[in-house]
């Protein structure tokens, strides 16, 4: 399981002309799902995200948690993070997770965040997208489980 994150002032998701999700400061979570991955790796992709020190504290350093810094997650689907791009000049996505099987892990992965009282807004599963987001820094990092 793979999480691109993103630092973001704000950050929404329109699908259709209408704002499906939309957040104010926190981070932008692109979820890809790959085959083989099950609930452990997205509990502990999720504590990678949420627990992840890249907000500033009052000294300018990155030391707080989104939590810790009062922002939410902006979570979207996005099977193209699993795709091998290893040969050629078109990518394979063979290793990402059949469809279904995707959405559950990714409607688990949201549930779980907000259990965990983040405040978490969502794109839509297999939906076309539109993501727009002011980056804050730029920060953005690569993590896996």
Do not use: C
Request: aromatic share 6%; charged share 20%.
């Amino acid at each position: 399981m793979i999480a691109l994150i993103q630092r973001v002032a704000e950050a929404s998701v329109t699908v259709d002309g209408e704002v499906a999700g939309a957040i104010e400061g926190g981070l932008l979570v692109l979820l890809g799902v790959e085959q083989g991955d099950d609930e452990a790796k997205a509990d502990k992709l999720l504590h990678k995200v949420s627990g992840y020190r890249i907000f500033s504290d009052e000294n300018g350093k990155m030391n707080l948690n989104v939590s810790q810094a009062g922002g939410s997650l902006l979570v979207v689907s996005q099977f193209t993070l699993a795709a091998d791009t290893g040969k050629g000049m078109r990518p394979s996505f063979s290793g990402g997770a059949h469809p279904a099987e995707a959405e559950r892990l990714y409607e688990y992965f949201v549930a779980r965040a907000r259990a965990n009282g983040l405040p978490t807004e969502t794109g839509r599963f297999a939906a076309d997208m539109k993501v727009r987001l002011l980056n804050d820094g730029p920060v953005t990092f690569w993590l896996q489980a």
